[in-house]
């Protein structure tokens, strides 16, 4: 499995009325892209030119155990005697050799990542604003934007745009440039070369062609941010990984079980279900077993009886059932949970049975199928709480406050981090006070174990009074969620 590190900065909190609207933004959402696609990621934001080169050392160090580094700044950057300088807050502009020597010089960015042991170096510059110092400085425009930069080997620099251009800080949350690369950076299976082409295309297309985007590269190998699963997944085909593209064929015993479980109707779907023995299975094919799983797991989440059953009486159902059989099943009611029909994660899991699934990690002969699922979830970038599938217990902490109606919650810790705030459906009364909505404790654990995407055997609940976890009288903010923030999350806020 590829190890990721990444350094991104953004800095926008300028001195003297040349701040910047975007950087930050553009900093704190490509680190949600990079963390989803499994970078470890160092964020600085509105920091010191010293902190900026804190930040490097640490990541210098990251990148002596990861194969692959990418540096991401966003800011004011400019080219001082052919040499390029990234500034922060705390830079001194009163003359050239002054900023040259209270900035962080892009040449030691791209010295530490030469010199380190990742076989792939990016480097990605939304840097290239407006320089409201040239004035001062009675500057050519022969020194506008950034200057060209050499690539070492294994590494590709892509600039917001071309030598001497002035890049746009945007009219959105995102600059220009990083707007466009938030945008195709989830392209699956396309190359990281051919990423920042289309790149290019839609920030001439959004800049009027005022703004060309740049790169210059000395990669050898390909790099792919966004790898579909069947690209990373071996153990089945893409049309199993895919199942919207899977070619049902009636005439083979296991589709004719699967066409019955799509027909939606529960009086062709429990006597189909029916006709899955382990002499069938143990003609059945790895991919059409897999598929057959996915659909008795689609099934029972649509209450039909016969899957519903078969998936809370997995291991009886399926003894005598060849091994590989039983684990082609059961991977692919797994993969049910969290992936959809075209193979890409799931915003909100399939939560039917998603502890019910969960409870068969009791069984050490099942312990193959859920290896299968953690290693899959991995290699897909899911940013979760805890990796399902590894039995690793979370902790939940809720906070409370007796009223004379019952336990208001007020917060709700993981990781000595407070996550309930209002989701999209959440509101306050007319006097601008908070609008709560009643759940009991039993409920409050079924929502945690869908939002946090644990299963209850691995999540334990705990209340800061204890008579509140006894109580059906809480209340809680109407339209609370727990589930991790996305970029679209943080766009609703701005």
């Known amino acids: 499995m590829r190890t ?31 963390r989803g696609y499994g970078f ?73 990542m030469a010199r380190s042991k990742a076989s792939t170096k990016i480097v990605i510059l939304d840097a290239c604003r407006n320089n409201p110092w040239e004035r001062r400085w009675h500057r050519g425009p022969g ?37 466009a690369l938030l945008q195709h950076i989830d392209t699956p299976d396309c190359s990281i070369e051919t990423m920042f082409k289309r790149v290019r295309n839609t920030v001439a297309a959004a800049s009027g062609n005022r703004q060309t985007s740049w790169e210059h590269t000395s990669l050898s190998g390909e790099f792919y941010f966004n790898l579909s699963i069947a690209s990373r997944v071996a153990k089945y085909g893409g049309n199993a990984l895919a199942d919207q593209l899977y070619p049902v064929d009636p005439a083979k015993a296991s589709d004719e079980i699967i066409a019955g479980l799509k027909t939606y109707d529960w009086f062709r779907q429990n006597p ?36 519903i059953g078969f998936i809370q009486s997995f291991v009886t159902r399926t003894t005598g059932f060849p091994p590989v059989a039983r684990e082609a099943l059961l991977d692919g009611m797994l993969f049910e949970v969290f992936f959809n029909a075209t193979g890409d994660l799931r915003k909100t899991i399939k939560s039917g049975y998603f502890s019910e699934l969960f409870e068969l990690q009791r069984f050490e002969v099942l312990k193959g199928s859920f290896d299968f699922i953690s290693e899959t979830l991995t290699v897909a970038g899911a940013d979760l709480y805890v990796l399902p599938g590894r039995d690793h217990e979370l902790a939940a902490s809720v906070s409370v406050k007796k009223l004379s109606e019952g336990f208001l ?23 601008g006070t908070p609008a709560y909505s009643r759940i009991d404790a039993d409920d409050l654990s079924v929502a945690l174990v869908e939002q946090l995407v644990v299963p209850s055997r691995s999540l334990r609940v705990t209340y800061t009074d204890s008579d509140a976890q006894r109580s059906d009288q809480l209340l809680i903010p109407y339209g609370w969620t727990v589930r991790k923030e996305t970029i679209d999350d943080l766009e609703s806020k701005t």
């Open 143 to 179: 020194t506008r934007g950034l200057a060209s930069v050499y690539a070492p080997k294994g590494t590709i620099i892509g600039f917001a745009t071309s030598p001497g251009e002035v890049a746009y800080d945007g009219t959105g949350r995102n600059g220009t440039y990083t707007s």
């Open 272 to 307: 189909a279900l029916g006709r899955l023995s382990a002499d069938s299975a143990s003609k059945m094919e790895a991919d059409s077993l897999f598929v057959l799983g996915r659909n008795i797991y689609q099934a029972a989440c649509g209450s039909a009886r016969s899957a």
């Open 4 to 34: 990721m590190a990444a350094l991104v900065i953004g800095v926008a909190a300028y001195p003297d009325g040349n701040d910047l609207k975007n950087p930050v933004n553009d900093a704190s959402d490509l680190a949600v892209k990079l």
């Open 409 to 431: 919650i007020d917060a709700i810790y993981v990781d000595s981090k407070n996550i309930l705030r209002q989701g999209d459906g959440g509101w306050t009364n007319d006097d």
């Open 40 to 112: 470890e990621v160092i964020v600085a934001t509105n920091c010191r030119a010293v902190d900026m080169a804190k930040s490097l050392k640490a990541f210098g160090i990251l990148l002596q155990t990861h194969d692959i580094g990418l540096f991401f700044f966003a800011g004011h950057g400019m080219q001082i005697d052919g040499q390029n300088y990234l500034l922060g807050i705390d830079t001194d502009m009163e003359t050239e050799t002054d900023a040259k020597h209270s900035s962080l010089p892009l040449d030691k960015v791209v010295d530490v």
